[in-house]
């Protein structure tokens, strides 16, 4: 291990130890990184994120942030990347073979500091707390930059993804992340053209949809925990913002997040006339990753009256398209050609 590399990690290790201890103590919080100065960054999660010179050495975690990292030409900057939900596009496949890859999960803190980052990308909040990589104020303490992607902002740094409020996710956030971090990365240009390429993909859509009826339209999926139930993804989700984008209206658009538990008896009361099922959770599942619980929703004689159930009108599609990144232009395309099959414009 390179003496840089050793001398990092040791740093890291004994600043954040130093943190957790004084913080279970009841001693004084570890000192806040020195703010850059004025005009010289963006904010971010209610921190200052420098623009100066392009970090080097990019940790990415969860599929959007490190896609993100991608499609900002960066992919050859990354050192290591976390937790894939579904293959990455194609287009990043090279780039993302090379850096290291924790498949299952997520790294310890000592993992990720032997790869001597200056800068870490996360697409959830789960990667900045204590018990994971440290609070952005702990990681930069020890000199590594960081980004959080702005729907998952929790209310104070080191708060978990339970933590965060929930509020429906505009595409206008995911833009921001874009700009955001195509400026940090030193590739702005290159982010103004992917988001003008997302609005562009999203208004044709949008356009070929307006006049067509708008189907109610379920996304569901297996409980996070690996129980026997479903969730679904409701309305402070980008998810539901697809939906409407892609031209079908969200049935449950009164429940909130993505963790709520539902029944069989609550799917009925719904009535959708589409159900989409994510697949999830791993770098080589697809969307026939969701094959399971889809024949599990057709099996069920207590859904047979649902339109979605009844018409066969139940689709897989992947995880990352409704994550909040650079997939969710094409994911609003997908899920239209899926809502509207035959449709002209599509």
């Known amino acids: 291990m390179p003496s840089r590399v050793r001398t990092l990690a040791a740093a890291g290790a004994a600043a954040l130890t130093v943190a957790v201890l004084t913080s279970c103590a009841g001693g ?5 990184a020195p703010p850059p100065e004025a005009g010289a960054g963006v904010e971010n999660c ?8 392009p970090p080097q050495r990019i940790f990415a975690a969860f599929q959007n942030g490190i896609e993100m990292v991608h499609a900002l030409d960066a992919g050859d900057r990354l050192v290591g990347t976390a937790y894939l939900d579904n293959p990455i596009l194609a287009e990043f496949a090279a780039d993302q073979a090379r ?10 803190r000592e993992e990720v500091l032997r790869l ?8 959830f909040t789960g990667g900045f707390t204590t018990e994971g990589l440290g609070t952005r104020t702990e990681l930069a303490s020890i000199g590594i930059g960081s980004y959080l992607f702005t729907p998952y902002c929790p209310p104070a740094d080191g708060g978990a993804q339970a933590d965060v409020v929930a509020a429906p996710v505009p ?35 949008q356009g070929a949809v ?17 129980g026997a139930g479903l969730r679904v993804f409701g309305a402070d989700d980008i998810a539901t913002t697809i939906v409407e984008a892609a031209g079908g209206q969200q049935a449950f658009g009164d429940v909130s997040g993505r963790q709520t538990q539902v029944g069989a008896e609550e799917i009925v009361r719904r009535n959708p006339d589409v159900i989409l099922v994510p697949a999830c959770c791993s770098a080589d599942t697809g969307p026939e990753g969701a094959q399971p619980v889809i024949d599990g929703l057709l099996a069920d004689p207590a859904l047979a009256s649902v339109p979605a159930v009844r ?13 909040p990144g650079v997939r969710n232009a094409d994911a609003v395309a997908n899920v239209a050609r899926i809502l509207h099959p035959g449709a002209q414009g599509l």
Do not use: K
């Open 28 to 32: 004084p919080p570890a000192a806040p």
């Open 46 to 53: 209610g921190r200052p994120v420098p623009v100066g010179a």
């Open 99 to 108: 850096p290291a890859y924790f498949p299952e999960e997520y790294p310890s």
């Open 116 to 123: 001597d980052p200056d800068f870490v990308v996360s697409g």
């Open 171 to 205: 595409f206008d956030e995911v833009y921001t992340d874009i700009t955001d971090l195509g400026r940090i990365l030193g590739r702005p240009d290159l982010a103004t053209q992917r988001v003008d390429a997302m609005r562009t993909e999203i208004a044709q859509v």
């Open 210 to 226: 307006a006049p067509l009826p708008r189907p109610r339209v379920a996304v569901l999926n297996r409980l996070a925990s690996g």
């Open 311 to 323: 018409d066969g009108r139940i689709a897989g599609i992947t995880f990352a398209e409704i994550s």
